[in-house]
């Protein structure tokens, strides 16, 4: 850090471009050979290295610093989602006990000078924040200013891997000597406490926990099961967020639906359809978001770590006003007025239409569960009773009741169900829980013998299409606005993204669980916009070259620092969310091909 030290001092004390610093001048003295300038924005404090990088244009006094930290010297052992995200909430406290010492109650942060750490919530996802990567390591000793003496390395070690935890920091304004203080001797301090600090057993325990969530996703997809809910698991939110309700009641499962996967039992959901029911208040949504959330690993702690459901799930809702282009929802619905079932468009769906095609969708992108709730869903989608069926000869919407089982049969797709005012659903399912104060009770036989009591059968239909083949073209998909020469990327907490000329609403995509992966959606949009150079776009293609880049170059080669008004750390989304994204776009054409 000698070096930054250097350079800050050099700088002149009203400055708000920092330009040197991001720079990094190094004159470089070879134990052989002419001395020569260069430039190493990577400044070290022994073997840990802080990059220090612009975040964007208007942000000039708020850097982005990547730490990176030889695993060697925290006893990493294996380099997986889960020990990057254990490292980035180990850091934290340490960042905020700075923050703590720098806060002053009668000043703005521009002034105070803070770090900025990313607050993770209870799922391990791939960040831009915390991973593993190959860093090449000081080669040289520090001189005067900013001249360093090479010295000799082997080759082992010239790289290394590194645990990289990247933040930002407020520097405080027109306060070179603080800024020094901040970035010089606080941060460095701050990490070494957490690298000799580090707790290795801890890190065994998190290694432990993500060998048995792997291990139950694993034996789920091999045994015929789609989800997994473990005893003692707490399902319940504190109201407005996500950490776990205290003195809830631990889920227990239905006694003759208790498995035991990887020594943990709990209570297993058979692929097929299965109904959760119950009365008000009873727990039943709460138990379905618990099931959503399993597509994701929680930590230890979430109260829902040991839930783990089919990581392809997708939660299905009716989204009024959605925009459709060229989708089969001929599976439901039999005849429009105006447009043709089998190729359906329209910029303002109706529930009905909108949760088909939400359905449409999910099978298309290789969704096998789909999650649906009766409050989040269209009545005329969901059911028709008998007496309703009697009394309205000619109805276009075939509702999801009669087709349930179809869809599980055919396509192997399952289906979880809430339906608490309906019995129509009781004759289609396969299992039938039901929920009293948040205990679940396995109820399928009693289900059944009220459906022969009240000769409820299932509807018999003439099978459905389900495959569908779209073509998406280039035209009208790209981040420039029309007329414009310069792009355009926002995303809104509110749940839009703007690029180019769309604002597109993505309000209704329930998987998207943090802002962060909002904002990587939006660049992955970019991304795809800008890289493409073909009439047509083979989006499940471009998919998976962008997944492969981001795993061979971590999340953040998709980060552009031109856009201001997007955050800084990022979370991976699923490909099903950005691929629903895609389909809510307004501005592209899609057109279906052969099925």
């Known amino acids: 850090?000698?070096?930054?030290?250097n350079i800050l001092l050099s700088m002149d004390n009203k400055t708000s471009t920092y330009r040197e610093m991001y720079e990094g001048p190094i004159f470089i003295v070879p134990e052989e050979g002419i001395p020569y300038e260069d430039?190493?924005?990577?400044?070290?404090?022994?073997?840990?290295?802080?990059?220090?990088?612009?975040?964007?244009?208007?942000?000039l006094d708020k850097?982005?610093?990547?730490i990176q930290i030889p695993v060697d010297l925290i006893g990493i052992r294996k380099c997986s989602i889960a020990a990057a995200d254990y490292c980035l909430r180990s850091l934290k406290p340490y960042i905020e006990r700075i923050n703590d010492s720098l806060f002053n109650r009668n000043r703005p942060d521009?002034?105070?000078?803070?770090?900025?750490?990313?607050?993770?919530?209870?799922?391990?996802?791939?960040?831009?924040?915390?991973?593993?990567?190959?860093?090449?390591?000081?080669?040289?000793?520090?001189?005067?200013?900013?001249?360093?003496f090479l010295t000799n390395k082997s080759k082992d070690e010239f790289s290394k891997t590194c645990l990289c935890v990247v933040i930002q920091a407020q520097l405080p304004s027109k306060r070179i000597k603080k800024t020094i203080q901040m970035l010089c001797k606080d941060l460095p301090a701050a990490v070494n406490s957490f690298v000799s600090e580090f707790d290795v057993c801890e890190l065994e325990t998190v290694y432990a926990l993500e060998d048995k969530q792997t291990g139950i996703r694993e034996w789920l997809g091999k045994n015929g099961y789609c989800a997994f809910i473990a005893n003692g698991s707490i399902l319940p939110r504190v109201g407005g967020s996500d950490q776990p309700l205290p003195d809830a009641v631990p889920f227990s499962s239905a006694p003759n639906h208790e498995i035991e996967i990887c020594g943990v039992c709990g209570m297993g959901i058979k692929c097929g359809v299965t109904v959760i029911s119950g009365g008000g208040y009873s727990g039943k949504s709460t138990l379905l978001d618990a099931i959503a959330a399993g597509i994701y690993n929680h930590v230890l702690g979430d109260g829902r770590e040991l839930c783990i459901t089919d990581s392809s799930a997708m939660t299905i809702v009716a989204e009024d006003g959605r925009s459709i282009k060229s989708v089969n929802i001929s599976p439901f619905i039999q005849w429009l007025p105006k447009g043709d079932p089998h190729n359906f468009t329209t910029d303002n769906?109706?529930?009905?239409?909108?949760?088909?095609a939400n359905i449409m969708e999910a099978i298309n992108c290789?969704?096998?569960?789909?999650?649906?709730?009766?409050?989040?869903?269209?009545?005329n989608f969901m059911i028709r009773d008998n007496v309703m069926r009697e009394l309205i000869n000619k109805e276009p919407i075939t509702p999801f009741t009669d087709r349930a089982q179809e869809l599980y049969q055919t396509c192997g797709v399952s289906t979880v169900l809430v339906i608490g005012g309906s019995g129509e659903y009781l004759p289609v399912a396969d299992e039938v829980f039901v929920m009293d104060g948040?205990?679940?009770k396995d109820e399928t036989k009693k289900a059944k013998d009220i459906c022969k009591k009240h000769k409820y059968t299932r509807s018999v239909m003439t099978p459905a299409v389900w495959t569908q083949k779209r073509v998406l073209y280039s035209e009208g998909f790209t981040s420039y606005p029309k007329g414009s020469g310069s792009e355009k990327l926002e995303v809104s907490a509110q749940g839009f993204i703007f690029m180019g000329d769309e604002e597109i609403s993505v309000r209704s995509l329930l998987n998207i669980v943090t802002k962060n992966q909002?904002?990587?959606?939006?660049?992955?949009?970019?991304?795809?916009?800008?890289?493409n150079t073909d009439e047509i776009i083979d989006s499940d293609i471009r998919i998976k070259e962008l997944y492969n880049l981001i795993e061979d170059n971590k999340l953040d080669c998709i980060y552009s620092g031109f856009f201001t008004k997007t955050e800084r750390f990022l979370d991976l989304p699923r490909p099903q969310e950005l691929l629903a994204v895609i389909n809510r776009m307004r501005m592209i054409k899609m057109k279906t091909g052969e099925n």
């Open 1 to 5: 850090m000698k070096r930054l030290k």
């Open 39 to 59: 430039s190493d924005n990577v400044y070290y404090d022994d073997s840990i290295g802080y990059k220090i990088t612009r975040t964007n244009k208007l942000a």
């Open 63 to 66: 850097p982005t610093i990547t």
């Open 110 to 148: 521009s002034e105070n000078g803070k770090f900025h750490v990313y607050n993770p919530g209870g799922e391990v996802l791939v960040r831009n924040t915390s991973f593993f990567w190959d860093c090449i390591q000081k080669d040289y000793e520090s001189g005067a200013g900013v001249t360093v």
């Open 349 to 356: 769906a109706s529930g009905s239409t909108s949760q088909a």
């Open 366 to 379: 290789g969704s096998k569960l789909l999650l649906i709730d009766e409050d989040r869903s269209a009545t």
């Open 438 to 440: 948040f205990q679940v």
């Open 518 to 531: 909002l904002d990587s959606i939006g660049y992955m949009l970019r991304y795809i916009a800008i890289k």
